[in-house]
């Protein structure tokens, strides 16, 4: 049974910074993707940044060039570091563990606000 875990949200001034980390046990190989998505209230989940399997980096053009991902194939972990954060960032975040249709594990979320 695979189990992915947030940390790291919580609140934070606009400009200012935040990591995320998530960490991924039990069966994950490292032909899985990791990634984060968010959603926003009354907004639907969306896209933020992945790893491939082999490596490969892909962020959303919303928070491309602020914000990084990085992974430990090793520990089966994937953070998010986040940097020039703006109100509109608030949402939760969900980190994702996925191969196919069959392998496809979320978080349970962590709150993130961006707020003065």
């Known amino acids: 049974q695979v189990q992915v875990v947030e940390s790291g949200g919580g609140l934070v001034q606009p400009g200012g910074s935040l990591r995320l980390s998530c960490a991924a046990s039990?069966?994950?190989?490292?032909?899985?993707?990791m990634g984060w998505w968010r959603q926003a209230p009354g907004k639907q989940r969306e896209f933020i940044a992945a790893v491939a399997s082999g490596g490969g980096t892909s962020y959303a053009n919303s928070v491309k060039g602020r914000w990084t991902i990085s992974r430990d194939y090793a520990k089966n972990t994937v953070d998010l570091q986040m940097n020039s954060l703006k109100p509109e960032d608030t949402a939760v975040y969900y980190c994702?563990?996925?191969?196919?249709?069959?392998?496809?594990?979320w978080g349970q979320g962590t709150q993130v606000t961006v707020s003065s």
């Open positions: 994702r563990s996925w191969r196919d249709s069959t392998d496809d594990y």
């Open positions: 039990g069966t994950i190989f490292r032909s899985y993707a």
